[in-house]
Structures are given as C-alpha cells and as structure tokens.
C-alpha cells in the first residue's frame, strides 16, 4: 500500500487543481519546476510547498488513488 502525500493545508489542494487544471499530465513536471525555481531563489519554504504538491499530483494521477481509505 503506498503512503499518502503529506498535505498541509487547503492551499496545497488548491494549487495542485489548479495545476492540474491547466496542466494537464503535465502537472506534475510543473510544481517541480516550480520547486526547483524556489530552491535555486534560496526560498526553502516555497520549495517545499511545490514538492508537496508534486507529490501530491503524483499520488492522485494514480490509477488507484480513487480508492477509499480510512
């Protein structure tokens, strides 16, 4: 069973929709370019934000994430 995506708050829901709204597959690749843009900025907290929601499109692009689970 592969473990869920840490999330820490709404805001991390509501730019990976976004995300993947306009992105579309390719969604994933853009929050980590994103990150790798705060990284190179020395912004740690933003880079972690956009690696949060990389995996977060990750787990949710998945065929199983639809599943239930308590």
Not at 1 to 4: C, E, G, N, R, V
Not at 6 to 10: H, N, S, T
Not at 41 to 48: A, E, L, M, P, S
């Given at each position: 069973?592969?473990?869920?995506p ?5 805001s991390?829901?509501e ?5 993947m ?7 994933g690749d853009?929050?980590?370019t994103r990150a790798d843009?705060c990284?190179n ?8 934000h ?5 995996r977060l ?9 639809g599943?239930?689970r308590?």
């Open positions: 069973m592969a473990s869920l840490f999330v820490a708050d709404i991390t829901w730019d990976a929709a976004t995300l709204h306009r992105f579309g597959a390719d969604a853009e929050a980590a843009r990284r900025k020395g912004n740690i907290h933003r880079f972690c956009w690696r949060q929601i990389e499109i990750v787990h949710l692009a998945d065929e199983g994430a599943a239930l308590h």
